[in-house]
């Protein structure tokens, strides 16, 4: 199964593996020095508010389940709750609020208010191997793949737009007014997104695997072939991911480049230029290969609806994350969430004119921005990770 290396279009996108293979060593060369950066590093998430859906006690006691925080002293003025919450949070009236989280229309997913919460150095806090398993993960994971039932009727819908009930249900089976040829595109987008990135976490924690025997940490190579190469489509939604965030970061290149990395940290601004030159470099690749149509999708005299439905999903994926019962995988998940969803905002709620930065400079939060960054270096590295097992499958004595 390692040696099947997918080959042609990428479906649904206008891009081929290949093109993804030939920047792949390029663009996560300039990721990882750019998620090292002060900006890019420091993400602030509140991973202590209830789950909405049940109550959780599959609470991960092992070590790696744990995160170290950053106290607020340590993070640049401007980056700290008390300056954020006034230039950062909505107007009230744009804004559909719960206890410590609130989504505006255009959300595909709920944010933090930043008012709560914690600073995290993700460097510090790595994806990786961490032992949560059985039950509890289950049990989120296929809640996340039941998200995956569209077809409500407009007006439950808006009922359920309408409502700031917590948490918001898309899942009623009720009769559908949707075409089926449109909802089930979706419907695959949806889980194309969700597998590639249960498969992306999937990479990275058999990648980074504490061997409990020799207590030494070092890939597993049957833990990779077990549940992401001999399921040869779950890797195909990794590279789909990948152009769907490459294609957003392509989307957002003004924005970003003229959007204020600075940490102030010195005179010079040394770092912040490098910051810029790195994210530069990362967004002409984006616009050489990421290549996705997304105007093929929320198109026809249901598209509105479809659309909101989607968004309801997502946003019910951000809030599932609450329920995850072990701190650094619920950190990732809430930060891969929130990137795949600020992709979904940027490429299905914003026309050329609001990513134009001089006209609204406001369109995104810093943690979106961090969010975005952060998952497309998890994409990549998934990637890259892949070709370590392909060395390893291929010298491994039982290749035949
Ligand atoms: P799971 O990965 O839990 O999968 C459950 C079932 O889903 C499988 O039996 C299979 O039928 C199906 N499935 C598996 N992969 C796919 C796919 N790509 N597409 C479609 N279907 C699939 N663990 C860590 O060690 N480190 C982490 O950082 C980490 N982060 C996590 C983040 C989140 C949000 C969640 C929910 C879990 C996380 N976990 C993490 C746990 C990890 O994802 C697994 O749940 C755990 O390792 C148990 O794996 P499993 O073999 O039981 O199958």
């Known amino acids: ?53 049940w109550e ?75 032992g949560y398993s059985g039950f509890p993960a289950n049990r989120i994971w296929s809640t996340i793949y039941n998200e995956n039932c569209f077809g409500i009727s407009e007006l439950d819908l808006k009922a359920k737009v309408d409502s700031d009930d917590s948490p918001q249900s898309a899942n009623s089976p009720t009769k559908s007014s949707l075409n089926e040829a449109q909802q089930c595109l979706e419907k695959r987008v949806y889980y194309k997104i ?25 890939p597993n190579l049957e833990c990779f072939v077990s549940r992401v190469a001999s399921h040869p489509e779950r890797l195909k939604y990794v590279y789909f991911n990948t152009v769907l965030v490459l294609r957003a970061v392509a989307r957002l290149g003004p924005y970003l480049s003229a959007y204020d990395y600075c940490s102030c940290n010195s005179e010079t601004h040394e770092e912040d230029r490098f910051t810029l030159d790195r994210l530069n470099k990362v967004i002409e690749i984006a616009q050489n290969v990421g290549q996705f149509d997304e105007s093929s999708l929320f198109k026809g005299e249901d598209a509105n609806i479809v659309k909101e439905e989607f968004k309801v999903h997502f946003r019910n994926v951000s809030r599932i994350m609450d329920c995850v019962g072990c701190d650094k995988c619920r950190l990732w998940g809430k930060v891969q969430t929130t990137g795949v969803a600020t992709a979904l905002k940027v490429l299905f709620e914003m026309d050329e004119k609001a990513l134009d930065p001089s006209t609204n400079s406001n369109l995104l939060t810093r943690l979106e921005v961090v969010a975005l960054i952060n998952t497309l270096h998890r994409f990549t590295e998934s990637l890259v990770y892949v070709n370590d097992f392909r060395r390893m499958w291929a010298e491994a004595p039982n290749d035949e």
Not at 5 to 10: L, M, N
Not at 104 to 124: P, R
Not at 199 to 209: E, P, V
């Open 194 to 218: 969700i597998s590639g990135l249960h498969a992306s976490i999937s990479i990275h924690l058999c990648h980074d695997w504490f061997n409990q025997t020799s207590g030494q940490w070092m």
């Open 56 to 130: 959780e006690n599959g609470f991960c006691m092992n070590r790696e389940c744990g995160i170290t925080t950053v106290d607020e002293s340590e993070i640049p003025e401007k980056w700290r709750a008390a300056s954020l919450s006034k230039v950062e949070l909505p107007p009230e009236e744009l804004r559909n609020s719960l206890p410590g989280c609130y989504y505006k229309e255009s959300d595909y997913c709920f944010l933090d208010d930043h008012t709560e919460g914690d600073h995290v150095d993700l460097i510090a806090n790595p994806e990786q191997f961490t």
């Open 1 to 53: 199964e390692c040696k099947h290396i997918p080959t042609g279009p990428i479906e649904m996108t206008q891009c081929d593996y290949e093109s993804i293979e030939s920047v792949e060593e390029d663009l996560y060369k300039h990721l990882h020095e750019l998620v090292a950066t002060p900006f890019f590093r420091h993400f602030r998430v509140d991973l202590y508010r209830e789950c909405p859906f």
